[in-house]
């Protein structure tokens, strides 16, 4: 069984477009100014149906964290043990992703993270949003 | 209006169970809580089903009343993951007060150890991740409560040992039930050195993977004048759903069991204190701790030590989990959560030899499913 890719469908395809140049977006209500992640159809703050997207900054701390050591499936396994962080961005939406090239004993909630992309794993596939931490 | 009535429970032997069927664990279930309600099958007129891994069917509880041979007026498969069964229950109290039947069949049961490897029922709980924004970051069931137990600590102060004494204090309830999967015992210090699944939890953190199923009849109140024993009213319910995905969670300390059991208890017209034995969901032993708080039976950060002192033992504040629940009773899918039904109905009839709460006369049973994202709660009572 191969790592589950995203298959965008027609309310994340936005979403995943930019991640294609280099963008991680947020859904941002034109009636109420609520951002949001995931991508919806409607703002989970006011239920309108009028949607923006926005660039966020790419910038967040860690909300919480997990170091994995037991794989979900056999296609995660040689990547153990990984890191699975909760990120809260600049803008307040929270977004998961792997912190990347952490030392799992050093991360602390609260950390400051920043947004990278890694190359999609197969041709055609889109590139997946991670988390490095800032300097 | 007098309040809806569990009139039969029931379990099948639980853990490994080796040629055991999901349907044959449910019938075996439904059989015995017909028959502990002094009724018969054909006096059954509503049949509630959960979900099965094993023998997945698009219409379970028609298969599972086809198997029994009976032919109910109303007859559909509830799912709402591990609060399936209390779920269950809010539906059935729900037909026989309207009138629509007398006595509903609530069963649920699955061979989720025998039926399938451990790496295959992982990988299935893992579908239940976010497809495009959690599923490619390697998620999974622990995990998820992993990133809650682990911000949870850092905002109220929890320790690792304050979450090994919730594991110990289940073992220690376990091994008062003849039939628990888990019996032997276990110090902090073995939790501790169990190996890590994904931090902070450690295996001795999660849940069992078992075989088993359970069952309860819920009666309408003049029908159950006709059954065998003692009836437990169900007195007050309650449901809350805030979100289904952990990336979507609105909170990682306050969860919905909090208006769920509000509801339970304003319409049973009692408060939390008042109880005098709890059945909460135990996935892992996290989320005990976060719905004892969430709900009110302990203030912020308070659970974990006063646990460690024996909060949860028989004769301690609020007795809790007293069959060792899904952390070292069994845990067989939806029937994990209706073994906490099964044993706080138990406790409320005073059957529940060598681990008896004294005078045991309100009971709290609590089902979470998805990541704490549905609660439901339910308000029992002796008549």
Known sequence: MTKPLPHPNATTQPFWSGCQQGRFELQRCEACGHMQ???????????????????????GTVYSFTTVYRAPIEAFKPDLPYIIAMIELE???????????????????GMEVEIFFEPPAADGGYPLPQARLRS | MPSPVITGAADTEVGKLEGSTSLGLQAQAAMAAV?????????????????????????????????????????????????TACAQLVHAAALVESGRCRHVLVVCGDNRLTGMTRDRAVAALSEVGHAQFERPYGISVPSAYALVARRYMHEYGVTLEHLAGVAVAHRKNAMRHPKAQMREPITLEDVARSRPISTPLRLLDCCLIS????????????????TRKPGIAILGTGQMNT?????????????????SSAQAFGRAGIKAADID????????TITLLAELESIGFFGRGE???AILSGALDLDGKLPCNTHGGLLSYAHSGAAGGMFHVVEAVRQLRGEA???QVANARLGFVHGDGGILSVHFSLVLGRL
Not at chain 2, 211 to 226: C, I, L, N, P
């Open chain 1, 91 to 109: 803008e307040g939406p929270r977004a998961m992703m792997n912190l990347r090239g952490a030392d799992p004993e050093r991360i602390a909630i």
């Open chain 1, 37 to 59: 992640f995931p991508p919806r159809l409607a703002c989970t703050s006011c239920h309108s149906g009028a949607l923006g997207w926005v660039n966020a900054s790419g910038r």
């Open chain 2, 303 to 305: 659970a974990g030590p």
């Open chain 2, 243 to 259: 979100h289904e995905h952990i990336v979507a969670a609105p909170s990682f300390t306050d969860f919905g069991c909090k208006q």
């Open chain 2, 35 to 83: 028959e502990d309600a002094g009724l018969s099958l054909a006096e059954i007129d509503g049949v509630l089903c959960a979900y099965s891994f094993t023998e997945p069917h698009l219409m379970l509880s028609s298969v599972v009343s086809e198997f029994l041979g009976i032919a109910p007026s109303y007859s559909v498969a509830v799912q709402a993951g591990g609060a």
């Open chain 2, 353 to 355: 030899a060598g681990r």
């Open chain 2, 211 to 226: 075989d088993g199923g359970a069952a309860v009849v819920v009666s309408a109140a003049d029908a159950a004048r006709d």
């Open chain 2, 277 to 284: 034995v709890a059945e909460i969901y135990d996935s892992f």
